[in-house]
């Protein structure tokens, strides 16, 4: 079974930082494609950013050059650099995976991210 467990989240003023991080149980995380959700209340969940097995990244129009994403594979965790938040980035921020053994998509339990104004 593979579990992901987030953390890193809190409260923030505008303009500040935060790094988020998920580890990830199992043993194919080097060879995982790996991203980020958030979901505002009453939105929908969308795609932060990803990042490949081999780095390449992409990411959402809304916090391209403000966030980033990175991989350490031999902590079997990805993070997700928070800078100049907004409060618009408000949302529960949740780790993501299709995992390549088994091909079932897997989710974090999430963290809050509260960007004050």
């Known amino acids: 079974q593979v579990q992901l467990v987030e953390s890193g989240g809190g409260l923030v003023q505008a303009g500040g930082s935060l790094r988020l991080s998920c580890v990830v149980s199992?043993?194919?995380?080097?060879?995982?494609?790996m991203g980020w959700y958030r979901q505002a209340p009453g939105k929908q969940r969308e795609l932060v950013a990803r990042?490949?097995?081999?780095?390449?990244?992409n990411y959402a129009d809304s916090v391209k050059g403000r966030f980033t994403i990175s991989r350490d594979n031999a902590k079997n965790t990805v993070y997700l650099q928070m800078n100049s938040l907004k409060p618009e980035d408000t949302a529960v921020y949740y780790c993501?995976?299709?995992?390549?053994?088994?091909?079932?998509?897997?989710w974090g339990q999430g963290t809050q991210v509260t960007v004050s104004s």
């Open positions: 990042i490949f097995s081999g780095g390449s990244t």
């Open positions: 199992g043993r194919a995380f080097s060879i995982s494609a």
């Open positions: 993501n995976t299709r995992w390549p053994l088994d091909g079932n998509e897997y």
